[in-house]
């Protein structure tokens, strides 16, 4: 009811109902059903009708003050519990690549903040993640955006968009052609059980390259570290915050053809998530927004 004393205070400070939507950014119609509410709620009618202008009747004047008062209230005790330290716990998924390259960055600026908050991190694969957010095993995760519509009561929000490249050993002999490279040197895979093997999967197939497959594995920074072994050629996405691959690495775009993967945050709608937790969320999103992942 909060909602509608706000309303109720607007319009009688405007002195229209359409003023008064335009302030609290409500449709008319919206601003007339709310009062409705609120005149249903206390029995009486609040406005004496007539034409364009909104006027007070005799309850209605009785009634601002105390609206006033109220909404007054609910304010101090909204400010007093924002101002309050932050506790409890967070249960947060991350992908491997997430964890190295965002997380230590984001949890160092958390427990700066609020000390009090426990944080645990889940690892895994964004499928088994987007699962566990689901079932509500986990507040929300950091993962690839599955190739499918998410559940209706889950949100997502976007974090990054991140080129896949191919790596190549810089001890094999210019010039790099891409597609000779894939088809002649052996590959190393990304593991096709999770959400970006299955995008390098659908690229190679759209491309009609066969590749010979050697290694299949789910860690970036390995594959990274097997091309430089000389171990053969990789598709890798351009991690969010990566300012340069391992020596011994090559990274060529795939110009035209340049396919993505697209990282964002899973988790259960925000009325469902605690303080806390809101709180991760919001610096999280902060952090990619800013392009840096360190403190």
């Not at 709620?41 to 009747?57: E, I, K, P, V």
């Not at 330290?85 to 991350?94: F, I, S």
């Not at 088809?183 to 690229?203: H, K, M, N, P, W």
Request: proline share 6%; glycine share 8%; charged share 20%.
């Amino acid at each position: 009811m909060i909602r509608e004393l706000k309303t109720f205070i607007a319009i009688a400070e405007e002195g229209t109902f359409a003023r008064a939507g335009q302030r609290i950014g409500l449709t008319q119609a919206a601003v007339s059903a709310q009062v409705q509410r609120l005149e249903e709620q206390l029995g009486h009618a609040l406005f004496a009708r007539a034409g364009r202008a909104a006027q007070l009747n005799a309850e209605g004047l009785n009634a601002l003050a105390q609206a006033r008062e109220v909404v007054r209230l609910f304010d101090e005790m909204a400010e007093q519990r924002r101002s309050r330290p932050l506790g409890g716990r967070v249960v947060l998924g991350a992908i491997a690549s997430a964890q190295a390259s965002v997380l230590p960055g984001v949890l160092s600026r958390f427990r700066a903040r609020h000390p009090a908050v426990h944080v645990r991190v889940v690892p895994g694969v964004s499928f088994h993640l987007l699962n566990q957010v689901d079932a509500g095993e986990v507040d929300a995760a950091i993962m690839i955006r599955p190739g499918f519509a998410l559940q209706a009561d889950l949100a997502w929000t976007p974090l990054s968009h991140e080129p896949f490249r191919l790596l190549v050993p810089a001890a094999l002999p210019a010039p790099h052609d891409w597609r000779a490279l894939l088809a002649s040197q052996a590959f190393i895979r990304y593991d096709r059980t999770s959400f970006g093997g299955r995008l390098v999967e659908r690229f190679l197939r759209t491309s009609r390259i066969d590749v010979q497959d050697s290694v299949e594995i789910d860690d970036l920074d390995a594959m990274a570290q097997m091309v430089a072994c000389g171990m053969g050629v990789a598709l890798v996405p351009e991690v969010f915050g990566r300012t340069a691959w391992p020596p011994g690495v090559v990274a060529l775009p795939l110009a035209e053809n340049t396919f993505f993967r697209d990282i964002g945050l899973a988790r259960r709608n925000t009325r469902n998530l605690g303080p806390a937790v809101l709180e991760l969320v919001r610096l999280i999103e902060q952090v990619y927004a800013s392009g840096e992942p360190t403190p």
